[in-house]
């Protein structure tokens, strides 16, 4: 098995697992995805998934601008930790980044659901082999039950434009961040 997340601040990646799960996952992905067993598979997405966080923080605005914020919080507290100033909690630093980020448009769609849902997505386009409309809400439905944070924004907009929202999804995320 292979986890991973991504540090908003310093944009590092960290996978924990066997460097040979990740060799093997590599390699079946050079092979278009037809051969990653279940485990690999699992493994591939979440490589993808932290990749495609880390191509929005350095390439699109609004992620970039709060990866950039959030290294500005974190060097603050710092700062006040050495000189004996910080308060208790670390939090209170990005209590302001937190409500940015948990925004939500008069659709119902937060900001991060728009995050993790392009990250999803481009994820899922990468590992699997002829990808399709219907099989991506299928593995919503299956694989992230209960994570509305992941299908939130491609379900709405797949309600109101059907399939096409295939097609469109990673632009329009791209262009609304």
Do not use: K
Request: proline share 2%.
């Amino acid at each position: 098995m292979l986890e991973a997340w991504t540090d908003a601040s310093s944009l590092v990646t960290v996978f924990t697992g066997s460097s040979q799960t990740y060799d093997d996952v590599l390699q079946g992905v050079a092979f278009g995805g037809r051969f990653l067993s279940e485990e690999y598979y699992e493994a591939c997405v979440a490589h993808f998934h932290e990749t495609a966080h880390f191509w929005q923080a350095i390439s699109t605005n609004f992620c970039s601008e709060y990866s950039r914020q959030q290294m500005h919080c974190a060097l603050a507290f710092v700062e006040q930790l050495s000189a004996g100033n910080a308060a208790e909690n670390p939090s209170t630093y990005f209590s302001a980044l937190e409500t940015l980020m948990n925004d939500r448009g008069p659709n119902g769609v937060h900001v991060l659901d728009v995050i993790e849902g392009s990250a999803v997505f481009v994820a899922y386009r990468l590992c699997t082999y002829e990808p399709t409309h219907d099989a991506y809400l299928q593995y919503l439905r299956e694989t992230h039950r209960g994570q509305r944070r992941y299908s939130r924004a491609y379900t709405y907009l797949a309600e109101r434009i059907g399939g096409a929202a295939f097609s469109l999804f990673s632009v329009l995320c791209y262009r609304a961040l």
